[in-house]
């Protein structure tokens, strides 16, 4: 969905004016109950599922074709590298695992540190002139991310507050400047 053009010249302006803190219920109660998962190690394949379900339900019965053990070594070696673009190259030797729903799993297990890359937070950057490729929020890389990344993780630390609250909040921004009728079918989020 396209854009009305928005009120904001730039990012910072955007999120003084716009900025939310408080997350949705039912996926702050996901985040809760994987809070365990970064000291444990690893996750399952019931907490895979989850998080997979949550960025992009149509797509569970790809997701449900990865084994528990592919899960549990993929999620270790997650959790045991430091080297960022290294996360997401793992989780994208799961099936039906995107750039967004990579992301999604990162943002859920760790939201202090990340946020989820989809359309709609994409749309907004690009209106700002932050990002200037895939105009239409698609077929992300490893090099977007990174780039989407960085771009969140500077704003949240100047406010400090994590990095999912910008991004649920550009989240929440689009919905709100969005054109045409997108979130009247779309989940939560």
């Known amino acids: 969905m396209p854009l009305a053009p928005l009120p904001y010249a730039t990012l910072g302006a955007l999120l003084r004016g716009e900025l939310r803190r408080e997350e949705d219920s039912r996926t702050a109660e996901l985040m809760r109950a994987l809070r365990h ?40 070696a997650v959790l045991a590298t430091r080297r960022e673009r290294r996360r997401l190259e793992l989780l994208r030797t799961l099936v039906g695992v995107s750039v967004p729903v990579a992301s999604a799993i990162l943002a859920l297990i760790d939201p202090r540190r990340y946020g989820v890359i989809d359309i709609r937070t994409w749309q907004v950057l690009f209106a700002l002139g932050l990002v200037t490729t895939h105009p239409g929020g698609a077929g992300f890389g490893p090099d977007d991310w990174e780039r989407y990344l ?35 079918r779309a989940g939560r989020r």
Do not use: D
């Open 37 to 76: 998962v970064r000291r444990r190690g690893h996750f399952s394949r019931r907490e895979f599922l989850l998080m997979c379900r949550w960025k992009s339900p149509r797509a569970l019965p790809r997701y449900a074709r990865n084994r528990a053990a592919a899960v549990r070594r993929v999620s270790a």
């Open 150 to 184: 960085g771009i969140l993780r500077r704003r949240a630390a100047a406010l400090h507050v994590p990095v999912r609250t910008v991004e649920r909040t550009l989240f929440l921004c689009h919905r709100r400047f969005q054109m045409g009728r997108l979130y009247e």
